[in-house]
Nanobody, 123 residues
Framework: QVQLVESGGGSVQAGGSLRLSCAAS????????IGWFRQAPGKEREGVAG????????YYADSVAGRGTISQDNAKNTVYLQMNSLKPEDTAMYYC????????????????WGQGTQVTVSS
């Protein structure tokens, strides 16, 4: 199993930036993909970005394309999500998730989740 801890959330004005971190520990050797998701109160959880660990391939939701960047620091077993030009609709709890499966295209593919970090964007 793997443990995930998110950090870096906070409250910012529209147009600002945040860098979220996801620190992984435990059995990380066979992890295939790390993903970022978000969920606002009363809303369904949605995917934000994903990263294939071995090859570095990334993917992004249309809602954050051009504003978000996912990256990794293998030495620290950490994955980052840089969010720029933040909008009020980006306000949500952001979660980091991991999978040992080759499938990592939906929430059901991820078995391990962090506790979340809150992002609040004011108008």
């Amino acid at each position: 199993q793997v443990q995930l801890v998110e950090s870096g959330g906070g409250s910012v004005q529209a147009g600002g930036s945040l860098r979220l971190s996801c620190a992984a520990s435990g059995y990380t050797y066979s992890l295939i993909c790390i993903g970022w998701f978000r969920q606002a109160p009363g809303k369904e959880r949605e995917g934000v970005a994903g990263l294939y660990i071995d090859g570095g391939r990334t993917y992004y939701a249309d809602s954050v394309a051009g504003r978000g960047t996912i990256s990794q620091d293998n030495a620290k077993n950490t994955v980052y999500l840089q969010m720029n030009s933040l909008k009020p609709e980006d306000t949500a709890m952001y979660y980091c998730a991991a999978t040992y499966s080759v499938r990592c295209s939906s929430t059901t593919d991820f078995a391990y989740w962090g506790q979340g970090t809150q992002v609040t964007v004011s108008s």
